[in-house]
C-alpha cells in the first residue's frame, strides 16, 4: 500500500489566473429603439418596439432594427414588418390612386358624361386597390355621385313630364265625353296647366347636364310635347267651333260627338241613331270557347293589375290583346268593354309603375334612416333592429321587381342601414362575448359534476334525499347557465348529460332496490287486504315500513305516487269492506236499539215543548231503555202520552213556565197564603225530583253509574275534577281500587253494573247500542240538558224581574215563591224579604248595597268607591263577625226596607242576577 499524502494547499496551490470580465456593451440600436435591445423578455421588447413606432421613425431606420430583431425575437419583429409592408402598400397606392384621379377627373370634365361609366369607374377603382376613403379620391367618388344624382333626377324628371303629359291628354279626353259648357268653364285653368307643362319642359332642356341623360329621354319628352299640343290645339279649335255654333245656329258643329249632339238638340233638330252592324250567327260551342279564353286571360291581368305588378301586367296585356285579336268579333259588347278597361289599367299601370316603386322606396328610406331617430327611450335592441333590417331590405327586393331601379335612393337606402346595422354589430358582439361566457360557465359546471360524481359515490350518512338534492340543484344550474348557440348547445349537451349520469348512478342503483322493496310490500298488503280478519296491527307495522323507505330512497314523484296508490288500494278496500259490515250490521236494528230511538225521539218531541216536567219525564224514560230494563217499553209509552199533553196543554192555553231547580237539594214549598193562592203555583205543583241525568258521552260515561248520595255542598269544583271525589279523597266503595286494570270497552253500549238501587245490584246484561241508537240517545240528552239550562236562565230572570217590582211598588204579595227564587233562598230569608216590603220604607241601603256587591265579588260605581275602602277596611278589624257572602240574605232584606231607587235598583239586580244563580 502506498501512502498518498495530501499537500498542503494553502502552502503548493498555484495561484489562479483571474481573467478580466469584459463588460456587456450596449447595442448600437438600443438607444434609438428606447432599449428594445436590452430588455430581457419578449412582451417587454415588443412593448418598447410598438412605443418606438409611434415616434414615425423612418424607412431606413425601421429597415435597419428589423434586420437585427428578425434573427433574434420574431415576435417584436413582426411589428416592424407589418409597418414596413403597410408602408410599401401605401407608396403603392399613391401611385393607383394618381391613376384613378386622374381618370375621374376625365369624367368629371367631359359635357357628356354616362353613368354607367361612371358607376364603373368606381367598381373598377375599388378592384385595382385604389384607396377610396382617402384623399383625393373620397373627393373625386362623392362628386361623381352627386353628378349623377343629378343626371337620375333629370331623367327621373322626364318620366313625370310624360306622365304629366298623358294626363292633361286624359283631362282633355274626359273634357270631350262631357258637355262643351264644362269644358269652356275649365278652359282656363286647364290652359294654366298646359303653359305650366311646357315651361317645365323648357327648363330640362336648359339643364347643364341635360346632354348626359340617356338617349331616350330626350325624345321621350319630345314626343310627350307634341302629343300634348296637338290634343290641345285640336281641342281649342272643337271648343271654339262648339261655341260658335251655340252662338249661330248655321254654323258648322264641332267634330265631338257628344258636343254635337248637344248643339243639335239645343236646335230641336232630331238625334241621329246610332245603326250598328249586326253580327253574323255564331255557334254556341265556339262562342262559349271564345268567352271562356277571353275570361280566363282577362283574370289573370286582372288579378296582376290588383297586386300591382307593372312587369306580369305588360305580358297579361299582351296575351289580352292578341285573344281579342282572335276572338273579338265573336264575344259580346259587355265582355269586351271590360276587357278594354283592363288594358287601359293596366297601360297606366306601367306607366306608373316606376314612380309607384319610387314612392314605396322613399317610404324605406324614410323607415331605414327612422330607426336610429327614435324618440327618447324608445331605443331599439339589437335583435329588434336586425329583424327591422332584414325586413326592410326584403321589401326592397320586392319593389325592385315591380320597376327599374333608382341608385340615387338605394345609396340612402343602404347608407342608413349600414349606419344602423352598427347596433346590430354590437350587439352581436356583446351576445357572441356572453355565449363564451356561458360556454365556460357550462365546462366549468360539467368539471364540477364530474369531480362531485368521482367525490361521492354513496350517499354521506345514508342521505339519499340529500344527494338527490344535490343531483337537482346541479340540474338547475345547468338550465340557469345563460344562452348559447344551437351548435355549441349541440357540443356541450352529451357531455352534460354523460357527468349527470355518471353522478346519478349510485342514487339509480339505490332507487332499484328500493323498487323491489316496494313492490314485494304491495304485494304483502294485498295478502293483508285479502285476509278474513284485518289485522290492524299488521297494517300499522307495514305502513310504518312504507314510510322509512320513503323518507329514506326518494323517487320520481309521478312513479312514487303509482306505487303508493298500488300500496293504499288494497288495505282501503279491506277497510271499506269492514266499514260497509259494520253500517249493515246497525242498519240491523235490534229491539232494545228501536225502544232507544222510540225514547230518544220522544226526548226531542219534550225538548220542542219546553215543558221542564215533560223533559224531565222523557229524560227518565231514555234512561230506563238505556238500562234495559224489562218495564222500558212501558215508560216509553207513558213519556209520549205525557208528551202529547204537554203539546195540548201548551197549545190550548198559555201556561206559566216552571222554574227549574236543583235535583239534588229538596225544598218544601213555602205554606205562604199569598203563594199558595196563586194560580199558577197551583197549576204547575213541583214534581217528585227525578234523578240528575248524566251526558251519554261516547267512551267514557256510563249512565248507569251513579251515586246513591248527592254530592256533599261546598265550593265548586274545576273543570276535569271526578265529581265523586271530595277532600278527603273518598272513592265509591262498589269500585275496585285505582290500580285495577280495566280491559272493557269504555263506553256506554257494552254489559255495565248499575248501582242506582243500591250497591249489591249485580251486573245487568244489557246488549250492546249500535251506532245510529247510540248518536240518537246522546243527541237528544244533550239538546234537553240544553232546554233545562235556558228554561232555568229564563225563570230566574223572571223572578228577579217580579222581585224588583215587588220591591218598588212596596206590595209583599208580589214577592215570588221560595222555589222560584231557586235554592239559594231560604225560606227564612224570603220570611225576612216579605216582611221588609210590608213594613213602611225606612233606614239607608247604601251599605247594604256595598256588602252585596263584597260577596258577589261585582265592581262598585265610582262614586260609591271610597266608601267600600272603608268599609272594607273596618271589616279587617272585625275578625269574628260574618263575611258579606254569610249574610247577603240580610243585607238584601236591609235593602228591600229601604226607599225604591232607579240606581240602587239596577245595583241590586245585578248583585241578585249572581247571588240568586242556581248552582
Not at 241601603?845 to 265592581?859: N, Q, S
Request: glycine share 6%; with cysteine.
Amino acid at each position: 500500500m502506498f501512502h498518498f499524502s495530501a499537500p498542503h494547499k494553502t502552502a503548493q496551490a498555484p495561484e489562479a489566473t483571474q481573467i478580466p470580465v469584459k463588460a456587456m456593451e450596449p447595442h448600437p440600436l438600443d438607444a434609438l429603439t428606447g432599449g428594445a435591445f436590452s430588455a430581457h423578455t419578449s412582451s417587454e421588447r415588443t412593448a418598447r418596439i410598438r412605443d418606438w413606432l409611434l415616434c414615425t421613425p423612418s424607412v431606413e431606420q425601421m429597415q435597419a432594427v428589423f434586420k437585427e430583431l428578425s434573427g433574434k425575437d420574431k415576435g417584436a419583429a413582426k411589428l416592424l414588418r407589418e409597418r414596413l409592408d403597410e408602408i410599401k402598400r401605401s407608396k403603392g397606392q399613391e401611385s393607383i390612386a394618381a391613376e384613378w384621379a386622374d381618370k375621374a377627373r376625365m369624367l368629371l370634365e367631359v359635357a357628356k358624361l354616362n353613368i354607367a361609366d361612371a358607376m364603373a369607374w368606381q367598381r373598377d377603382a375599388a378592384k385595382a386597390g385604389a384607396p377610396l376613403s382617402k384623399e383625393p379620391l373620397a373627393t373625386l367618388k362623392g362628386q361623381l355621385g352627386d353628378r349623377v344624382k343629378v343626371i337620375e333626377d333629370l331623367q327621373h324628371r322626364v318620366q313625370v313630364q310624360r306622365e304629366a303629359a298623358v294626363l292633361l291628354a286624359q283631362r282633355i279626353e274626359v273634357l270631350s265625353t262631357k258637355s262643351w259648357r264644362d269644358a269652356q268653364a275649365l278652359m282656363e285653368a286647364l290652359h294654366a296647366d298646359v303653359e305650366h307643362w311646357q315651361a317645365q319642359a323648357h327648363v330640362l332642356l336648359n339643364d347643364p347636364n341635360w346632354p348626359s341623360v340617356e338617349a331616350k329621354f330626350p325624345s321621350l319628352l319630345d314626343t310627350s310635347r307634341t302629343q300634348l299640343l296637338v290634343v290641345w290645339e285640336a281641342f281649342k279649335g272643337a271648343l271654339a267651333q262648339a261655341c260658335a255654333a251655340a252662338d249661330d245656329a248655321t254654323a258648322a258643329l264641332p267634330p265631338v260627338p257628344v258636343w254635337a249632339e248637344e248643339l243639335r238638340a239645343g236646335r230641336g233638330l232630331p238625334v241621329e241613331a246610332v245603326i250598328k252592324p249586326k253580327r253574323p250567327v255564331i255557334d254556341p260551342e265556339v262562342k262559349a270557347k271564345a268567352v271562356t279564353a277571353v275570361r280566363q286571360v282577362l283574370a289573370g291581368l286582372e288579378q296582376e293589375i290588383s297586386e300591382g305588378h307593372g312587369k306580369a301586367s305588360a305580358g297579361a296585356a299582351g296575351a289580352l290583346r292578341n285573344v281579342l285579336k282572335e276572338y273579338g268579333k265573336i264575344i259580346d259588347d259587355k265582355l269586351e268593354q271590360q276587357a278594354h278597361a283592363a288594358l287601359a289599367a293596366a297601360g297606366e299601370l306601367e306607366g306608373w309603375q316606376r314612380w309607384r316603386a319610387d314612392q314605396l322606396r322613399e317610404e324605406l328610406v324614410v323607415k331605414a334612416e327612422g330607426l336610429l331617430h327614435r324618440p327618447e327611450g324608445q331605443a331599439m335592441g339589437g335583435r329588434k333592429m336586425q329583424e327591422s333590417l332584414r325586413a326592410l331590405r326584403e321589401q326592397w327586393k320586392q319593389t325592385d321587381q315591380g320597376g327599374a331601379p333608382n341608385h340615387g335612393l338605394w345609396k340612402r337606402f343602404d347608407d342608413a342601414c349600414n349606419e344602423a346595422h352598427k347596433v346590430v354589430e354590437v350587439w352581436l358582439e356583446k351576445v357572441k362575448a356572453e355565449s363564451a361566457e356561458h360556454r365556460a360557465q357550462r365546462l366549468a359546471l360539467i368539471e364540477e359534476v364530474n369531480a362531485w360524481a368521482a367525490d361521492n359515490t354513496t350517499a354521506l350518512d345514508d342521505d339519499w334525499k340529500g344527494f338527490n338534492r344535490l343531483l337537482h340543484q346541479f340540474g338547475d344550474r345547468w338550465r340557469d347557465a345563460g344562452h348559447v348557440g344551437e351548435k355549441v348547445f349541440a357540443e356541450l349537451q352529451p357531455l352534460w348529460k354523460a357527468a349527470i349520469n355518471a353522478a346519478s348512478a349510485p342514487l339509480e342503483l339505490v332507487q332499484k332496490s328500493s323498487l323491489v322493496t316496494r313492490q314485494a310490500m304491495i304485494e304483502e298488503a294485498k295478502v293483508l287486504g285479502n285476509a278474513p280478519t284485518l289485522r290492524i296491527d299488521a297494517v300499522k307495522a307495514l305502513q310504518q315500513r312504507w314510510q322509512a323507505e320513503v323518507h329514506r330512497v326518494p323517487m320520481e314523484r309521478r312513479q312514487e305516487q303509482k306505487l303508493w296508490d298500488a300500496f293504499r288500494k288494497p288495505i282501503d278496500d279491506a277497510f271499506n269492506r269492514k266499514t260497509a259490515e259494520r253500517q249493515k250490521a246497525d242498519a240491523a236494528l235490534g229491539e232494545r236499539d228501536r225502544t232507544v230511538l222510540d225514547a230518544a225521539k220522544a226526548l226531542e218531541a219534550a225538548n220542542l215543548t219546553g215543558d221542564a216536567q215533560g223533559i224531565r219525564s222523557a229524560m227518565n224514560a231514555l234512561d230506563a231503555a238505556l238500562r234495559g230494563q224489562a218495564q222500558a217499553k212501558a215508560a216509553v209509552q207513558v213519556a209520549a202520552t205525557e208528551v202529547n199533553t204537554a203539546v195540548a196543554a201548551v197549545e190550548s192555553s198559555q201556561a206559566v213556565v216552571e222554574p227549574v231547580a236543583s235535583s239534588e237539594t229538596k225544598e218544601a214549598v213555602e205554606p205562604d197564603a199569598t203563594a199558595e193562592s196563586e194560580p199558577a203555583a197551583e197549576v204547575m205543583a213541583p214534581p217528585k225530583p227525578a234523578p240528575k241525568p248524566v251526558v251519554a258521552v261516547r267512551g267514557d260515561d256510563r249512565p248507569g253509574m251513579k251515586k246513591t248520595e248527592p254530592a256533599p255542598i261546598g265550593r265548586g269544583s274545576k273543570f276535569g275534577d271526578r265529581k265523586d271525589s271530595g277532600r278527603d279523597g273518598a272513592r265509591d266503595k262498589t269500585r275496585g281500587p285505582r290500580d285495577d286494570k280495566f280491559t272493557g270497552r269504555a263506553d256506554d253500549r257494552s254489559p255495565r253494573r248499575d248501582v242506582r238501587d243500591g250497591a249489591s245490584a249485580g251486573w245487568q246484561d244489557a246488549p250492546r247500542l249500535g251506532d245510529t241508537a247510540f248518536r240518537a240517545q246522546r243527541d237528544a240528552v244533550e239538546h234537553a240538558q240544553l232546554a233545562l239550562r235556558k228554561l232555568a236562565a229564563q225563570a230566574h230572570g223572571e223572578a228577579l224581574t217580579q222581585l224588583l217590582a215587588a220591591w218598588q211598588q212596596r206590595d209583599a204579595g208580589q214577592m215570588p215563591s221560595t222555589q222560584e227564587l231557586g235554592s239559594r233562598v231560604t225560606p227564612a230569608t224570603r220570611n225576612a224579604w216579605v216582611k221588609a216590603l210590608a213594613q213602611a220604607p225606612a233606614g239607608d241601603a247604601g251599605v247594604a248595597l256595598l256588602r252585596l256587591e263584597m260577596a258577589c265579588e261585582l265592581p262598585t260605581p265610582a262614586e260609591y268607591l271610597n266608601a267600600r275602602r272603608a268599609l272594607q277596611l273596618q271589616l279587617l278589624t272585625k275578625r269574628y263577625d260574618p263575611p258579606p257572602a254569610q249574610t247577603w240574605g240580610q243585607d238584601a232584606a236591609t235593602v228591600l226596607a229601604s226607599g225604591f231607587e232607579a240606581g240602587q235598583a239596577r245595583r241590586l239586580q245585578n248583585v241578585l242576577k249572581i247571588l240568586l244563580k242556581p248552582n
